[in-house]
Each structure stands twice: as structure tokens, then as C-alpha cells.
């Protein structure tokens, strides 16, 4: 519940007095421009901007093999593969969508981070999620809307919304790389929600407190390790610990960028 939630924060994440700031990240973005694939000022030709506008989630969202892991993306990405090679003049900008502007020499949160998460069962993970407050969802399969699940662990509760509205919360989504059971476990939550979940794509959206929190983990980590800046982190990997109060996220792995590759990006 509520009371668990807040005593998780102020026991799991209790920092000392004048301990970590994170610095804001100040992510690239590509304002009003059309999406692409260059730094191009003119947009994508007509076939190229008839497929852009065409919902993209749910062939946006990559396959890979890791067993048991999830990635973070962005509602907004594009599938360059599906449309870079259609016809027209204009290239697009291939900026995230965001503030115009070149942002900071950093790896975005959706590119770099990683949750992983064990269980024993259905219950002992919906417990999990339910304590970090995480949605799932379901996007594509011919279904405009996304739809939501919550209260995982009791009697999983539906909700409807839009992407239009989840870009505005901005919260950070992640996707399933291949199939687990806890993969499956989330499909049956769904369903217990009566969402279905054949021919689409399972998501988990956490709330901002916790991407918060993980960003304070992180660079917790990597200062810890003689790494000063968020800019020199490559990638992340957060794992779920139990713990007698409730659970943790640790960070179970954290990789840096070489000189070059972070002057290069």
C-alpha cells in the first residue's frame, strides 16, 4: 500500500546529509522538426513522413536475447530500419523527440539502463511491481489506445489512456527483450485486468520517484568507481533485492564510456 511505498523511500533510499546530486541530463531533442534519420532541415519526403506518422510502437520495440531482462525505450522512437530506405528528398532529424537543441554528451535513460528482476512465482513478482508503484501495459495489435494494469498482486485493475497522454507524463517505459516466465507471468496479469495480450506489446512504465531514485543509485555507483558525470556511463543494470521491509533496486553492473567513444557520440 500507500504506507509501504513511502517507507521503502525514506528506508531503501536515506542518504547522509550533502550526499549525491544528481546533475540534470540535458538529452538532445529535436523540437519541431520531423523525425528521420540526419540532421537534415528539410523533412522526410511524403512516402517517409506516410510511414512516420503511422503508429509506431509496436514495431519500434527491438528483439534481443537476455533472459529475464528488460530495457528502457522511448514512446516516441522510430523504426529507422522499416522506413530509412523509402523515397524522397528530405532525411529528417534524427534527435529524440524533445527541446531543440544538442543537449548534453550523454547517454540517454532509455538507451542505457537496464532493470532485472527474480521471483519465485506470479505473486512474488506482481509484489515487486506493486511495490514500486510500476504499471504494466499492453500498446499495438490494432488497439489504438494503451491500456494499463495496476494492483497487481490482489485483483489486477484496468485503465485506458493514450500515447499522447503518456509522452506528456514523459515517464520512462521498459520492454521485454525476449520471452521468460516472467514475461508470461506479466501476460497473465493483464489478462486477470482483461487486457489482451495476443499480438502486442507488453510494457512496464515506472513512476517518476523511482526513475528518480535509480538515477541517485547510479550515480552513487559510479562515484563510487572514480566516475564523476553521468556522461561517462555507457549502460546501468539495476537489479530487485528483497529485503525485510519490502524491496531494492542495487546496481548490479555498470559500464563506462572510453574517452573517445564519449567525445564521438
Not at 500507500?2 to 546530486?21: D, K, P, R
Not at 523504426?79 to 537543441?101: C, F, H, I, M, Q
Not at 495489435?141 to 485503465?159: H, M, T
Not at 515517464?171 to 521485454?176: H, K, V
Amino acid at each position: 500500500g500507500v504506507l509501504l511505498f513511502v517507507h521503502w523511500l525514506s528506508q531503501a533510499f536515506t542518504w547522509q546529509s550533502g550526499s549525491i546530486v544528481v546533475e540534470q541530463e540535458r538529452v538532445a531533442g529535436r523540437g519541431d522538426h520531423a523525425a528521420g534519420f540526419e540532421r537534415d532541415i528539410e523533412p522526410p519526403g511524403m512516402e517517409e513522413a506516410e510511414e512516420l506518422s503511422e503508429p509506431v510502437l509496436e514495431k519500434s520495440l527491438e528483439s534481443v536475447s537476455e533472459v529475464a531482462s528488460t530495457v528502457a525505450a522511448s514512446l516516441e522512437s522510430i523504426d529507422s530500419e522499416a522506413v530509412k530506405n523509402a523515397s524522397g528528398t528530405g532525411r529528417g532529424d534524427s534527435r529524440p523527440p524533445g527541446p531543440l537543441g544538442e543537449g548534453d554528451d550523454v547517454v540517454p535513460r532509455f538507451e542505457r539502463w537496464e532493470l532485472k528482476f527474480q521471483a519465485k512465482g506470479l505473486k512474488d513478482y506482481a509484489e515487486q511491481l506493486d511495490f514500486y508503484k510500476i504499471e504494466l501495459a499492453c500498446v499495438g495489435g490494432g488497439v489504438n489506445s494503451v491500456e494499463y494494469a495496476s494492483q497487481l498482486a490482489g485483483s489486477p485493475q484496468k485503465r485506458t489512456g493514450s500515447s499522447e497522454e503518456e509522452n506528456r507524463l514523459q515517464r520512462l517505459y521498459f520492454m521485454w527483450r525476449t520471452n521468460s516466465p516472467l514475461k508470461q507471468y506479466e501476460a497473465q496479469m493483464l489478462t486477470q485486468a482483461g487486457i489482451r495480450t495476443q499480438g502486442r506489446q507488453q510494457l512496464k512504465f515506472i513512476p517518476k520517484e523511482l526513475e528518480n531514485k535509480l538515477a541517485e543509485i547510479e550515480m552513487l555507483h559510479a562515484k563510487a568507481n572514480g566516475h564523476k558525470s553521468v556522461t561517462e556511463i555507457a549502460k546501468t543494470v539495476f537489479q530487485s533485492q528483497p529485503e525485510s521491509d519490502g524491496y531494492r533496486f542495487t546496481v548490479a553492473s555498470q559500464h563506462y564510456r572510453t574517452p573517445s567513444k564519449a567525445s564521438d557520440r
